[in-house]
């Protein structure tokens, strides 16, 4: 899949940032003539209650509570969910969870943003911010070049965890740098060498050292206090001589080893002389957990985590979305403290406002950047709340008495705040079927006495407000460049390739320009204007080439690069974006009256363990290194040996009108086990054409005899199909194609 990324090409600081027109004062930039740097640390779990600053008596946080003293503390900050997933994607997109994309916590194969979803990397990028997420990402699936990948939506660098439920391991096997998985070797074969979080915190402080001379955005997400209740001894400090329980000791040091991060962020910072550049902000993702382990469960009770209110991670009263929130910038954000209800999603129109970026124009979330400075910032006409999740713990399940797995949501306006359960998972239900409570925060912080009998009025209009905020499939407006392009091409043959630059803004831009960069000695040709006098708010610039591969051009496994860069001006300030794609060209169709497919070059193969093998079964170090092709005591000659889950793509061209194969698993592999159970297919330009149906050792090999005409791309997949990888060497023998 194209990996798309909103870049500016070289660094920020060569494209002069300086005297950035409609920046605040707060971010007006230094004699050095910089945009402010934006470290923005989301810590997971960590309870309203769980700083010294917030009240806490139990754990010592006296870095992040000097940041607070020294800057703005937020009394009334808000995530945007009770639970993880749901929660970041509401503060990267400016979306409440009624608008966002992620609703529930994914799996390792569910996908998170598409391409359509723009986040604030994205924005950032298009002013030359060098971007990095080191930490937890937390939204599957869990691979490379996808929609969903931090690289694709505006994150130049990332190194930690895709999935979030990887993200409870913390001494992971591997972490991902980009789109690589990078061994850990301290951790193999379930040692204990490398404990995540030194591992996030080194990779952040390069970062930062590494952008020190430009403007940068780092989203730094650790993964601590998050269960398991774990923690290196060296981090365990005085909290291993008290009398608490196991996990409640190594909760308390993973919030205290928290604050020694933000500390050494801060002081790389100030050995860089930029401090005065940057801002920095401490939060979280929900309320505090009551997880464990083997090693056991954090008692959130013994912390007083919540502080004053009421309710716990997964919760849709306050103790599960009220989180703490602490800006800090010398020089720059006036300190003290502030009562405004202020959720995350409203961090992405401010670091725009910082930057001199446009928001795009169909956000939920209102800028702050004027309260950092000492000004006010708009309050939101109310704030919005779901919970669709099939996972209570004890003290979450007790707060919604009994009814937590319900489709549950929350709305705030005012200091009148309304919840409601539905009667199943349903919230499609009228709303009388609906359990309505209702709250003044004002005078009941800890929503302990429900005046919903008494506000007909406010329970109607709160309804109304909750009915109308969900949208369940929330289509954004098309913000910076996307490029579209086919994934393989032929040598010698046109195709056509477009591009568009959307101002999702409020405001025009004027000067839209798109520009399309191809590999050396391709020839391309515009085929629609490539730019325009001006682009309005909510418009699009469409533009299309015709691009030709070199006739002379051959198949390498090297993925060839295209790409374009979008270009216009906002208030006076440059905006570049850019997305670029990969494509591979085709090898030629066969033409010999009948072809062996291993003898054809394939176009792309993934295979479940070791290399598809040509013209053999089983082996382990290269193609063509294991034992003959045999199914059922017969050899063959010809043909390829795979293991599932096994992919082939082959290019006929349209020139062949049959395909003939014998499928199963193989005697190599039935001589070892014969538990093996596999499923074998074969498609035509995505259209089935072939189902084996279930295989097994015992299982006579399956014919394949299909009617390929007309097939430009030939598809040949095995999957595993009873649950288990092993022996499941399959071949596909004597398979051939004839014209």
């Known amino acids: 899949m194209p990996n798309r990324r909103q870049f500016l090409a070289g660094s920020a600081a060569a494209l002069t940032l300086a005297a950035l027109p409609g920046i605040p004062a707060f971010a007006a930039p230094s004699a050095g003539g910089r945009a402010p740097n934006i470290v923005l640390i ?27 003293a020294e800057g703005l503390r937020f009394t009334q900050a808000y995530s945007g969910a009770p639970i993880c997933a749901p929660s970041r994607c509401s503060l990267l997109t400016g979306l409440h969870t009624g608008h966002t994309p992620v609703r529930t916590n994914p799996q390792a194969t569910s996908i998170g943003f598409r391409e359509r979803d723009t986040t604030i990397a994205e924005v950032l990028r298009s002013r030359g911010y060098r971007t990095g997420c080191i930490g937890k990402w937390g939204f599957g699936p869990e ?50 060498g490398a404990f995540s979080n030194d591992l996030i915190e080194e990779h952040a402080l390069d970062f930062i050292d590494t952008h020190a001379d430009e403007p940068f955005f780092l989203y730094l997400s650790p993964t601590i206090p998050h269960f398991p ?50 801002l920095v902000l401490i939060s979280s993702d929900n309320g ?33 979305v009220r989180i703490p929130l602490i800006a800090w910038g010398p020089g ?19 670091f725009a406002e910082l930057s001199g970026a446009p928001a795009p124009g169909d956000l939920d979330g209102v800028s702050i950047a004027a309260l950092l400075g000492g000004g006010a910032a708009a309050p939101h006409p109310y704030m919005y709340w779901m919970r669709d999740d099939p996972t209570p713990t004890p003290l979450a399940a007790a707060e919604d008495n009994g009814r937590y797995s319900r489709f549950t949501e929350a709305v705030r306006k005012d200091n009148l705040k309304a919840v409601r359960f539905a009667p199943a998972r349903d919230r499609t239900v009228p709303d009388s079927e609906w359990e309505l409570e209702l709250y003044n925060l004002a005078a009941d912080p800890g929503e302990t006495q429900n005046i919903a009998a008494a506000n007909a009025a406010a329970v109607a209009e709160l309804t109304t407000l909750m009915r109308n905020s969900w949208i369940a499939n929330y289509t954004r407006k098309a913000y910076g460049v996307k490029f579209v392009s086919p994934a393989f091409m032929l040598p010698g043959k046109p195709y056509t390739v477009s591009a568009t630059l959307g101002n999702a803004s409020a405001s025009a831009w004027a000067n839209p320009q798109i520009a399309l960069t191809v590999p050396s000695g391709w020839q391309t040709r515009p085929t629609t204007p490539t730019g325009a006098a001006s682009l309005a708010a909510g418009g699009v610039l469409n533009v299309t080439w015709e691009v ?65 093998e040509r013209d053999m079964s089983g082996g382990s170090r290269g193609a063509g290194d294991g034992t003959p092709i045999s199914l059922r005591g017969t050899v063959y000659a010809k043909g390829l040996g795979v293991h599932a889950k096994s992919d082939i793509v082959f290019h006929l061209g349209g020139k062949t009108k049959r395909m003939t194969a014998y499928v199963g698993i193989d005697d190599f592999s039935a001589r070892l086990n014969s538990a093996g159970g596999v499923r074998a297919r074969v498609f035509g330009d995505g259209v089935q054409l072939f189902d084996s149906g279930p295989i097994t050792a015992a299982t006579a090999a399956k014919p394949v005899d299909v009617n390929t005409t007309g097939v430009q791309m030939l598809r040949l997949l095995v999957e595993d199909a009873n649950g288990s990888l092993e022996n499941d060497h399959t071949s596909w023998a004597d398979a051939k194609v004839t014209i």
């Not at 919030?255 to 002081?267: H, S």
């Open 332 to 350: 720059k954000v006036t300190a003290g403290t502030t009562d405004r209800p202020t959720p995350q999603y409203d961090l992405l129109p401010t």
């Open 42 to 68: 989301l810590a997971d779990d960590l309870g309203y209650g769980e700083l010294g600053v917030y009240g806490q008596k139990k754990i010592t946080t006296p870095r992040i509570d000097a940041l607070a």
């Open 288 to 320: 505090p957990h009551e997880e464990g382990g083997p090693e056991g469960t954090v008692n959130p009770l013994f912390f007083d985590a919540n502080g004053p209110l009421r309710g716990y991670k997964r919760n849709l009263y306050e103790g599960g």
């Open 548 to 612: 030709t591969p070199p006739a002379t051009a051959t198949m390498s496994d090297a993925k060839l690069n295209m790409s374009v860069k979008g270009t216009a001006t906002f208030n006076g300030v440059s905006l570049t974006f850019g997305d670029d794609n990969t494509v591979k060209l085709l090898p030629p169709p066969p033409t010999a009256a009948t072809t062996y497919l291993s003898d054809l070059p394939w176009v792309s193969a993934t295979n479940g363990w070791g290399p598809v």
């Open 229 to 278: 209740n774990v923690i290196p001894a060296k981090d365990m400090g005085a909290y291993g001589a008290t009398t608490w329980t196991g996990p409640d000791k190594a909760h308390a040091a993973q919030i205290t080893r928290l604050d020694t991060m933000v500390g050494k962020v801060v002081d790389r910072l100030k050995s860089l002389g930029i401090e005065q550049d940057t």
């Open 143 to 192: 691979q490379a070049d996808q929609a969903s990948h931090p690289n694709a939506r505006g994150f130049e660098e990332f190194y930690g965890y895709i999935d979030h439920q990887h993200a409870h391991q913390y001494y992971p096997a591997y972490l991902w740098h980009n789109g690589v998985k990078e061994a850990i070797p301290g951790n193999a074969n379930g040692a204990k």
